[in-house]
């Protein structure tokens, strides 16, 4: 509808986006009888009022606007029984020195990281991989901010084939293991440390899209058998200090100020 607006008034979509400023419009968007661009704040409202003319407008109205995309309208919330999932959070909890090891999105980096390679701010940014760690984690460690990490498993869960059964045990981490569907396999990865206060103790989180040290190859490969998604956010890892980073004390590229601070 945007674009649409922009026709109207002899616009590029580039030029009526530029009218919204630095705060824009959240979509779906829709027009007014006026012409008046009106955002969307919130999916599912059941008080929202649309507009009698709208089809004349050009406007097309999703279900989603004001009822959840289901047969009777209303949300549908499936409850996931933790027995589901327990017993692989109980032999992949930490053993000895280990932490828990998760990864995710870095918010400077654009959907999958697909185009960061050619941006030269980017690469300068974020050279190597980082490993975000508790201040005591750290301290337990002799770990500063800057030195060069070792993060390495050699118990890192793998389906040999997809997940096999029959009875509804079979599928559980216990069932895939006692049919000896599950192997283990190592990983490391090398990333620089950033102690900071917002990480949770016992914890680590590195950048899963860094093509030259992918933290992934730490997360375990089992199906969840709730979503049928692989669980590739949890995982252990014991942590080793191999040297210093060359960015620990240039302050020429990457930054180990707190992130936690708008």
Known sequence: MIKVAAHREGKTLHQKLSEFGTNGIQGPVFMEDDGTLVGTKRLHDTTRKL?????AAGNVFNKKLTHFNSQTGRCNIEKSPWSLFSDYWEWLSPKGNELWCTSGRTNERWQSGFDDRRRPYIVQRWPDNYVEI?????????VESG??????????????ETTLGVESGDYTFSGQMKAGNVELTRGAVTGVAMVTRHIKKGLIFMDFL???QPANALEGR?????SGNYNYKMGVANVKKIGESPYKKTFRSMSFAPRDIT
């Open 134 to 142: 508790h201040p005591d984690d750290a301290k337990a460690r002799g």
């Open 147 to 160: 030195d060069m990490l070792m993060v390495y498993s050699d118990r890192v869960p793998n389906l040999k």
């Open 222 to 226: 089992i199906v969840d058998g709730i």
């Open 51 to 55: 507009p009698e003319t709208g089809a």
């Open 210 to 212: 860094h093509t030259s």
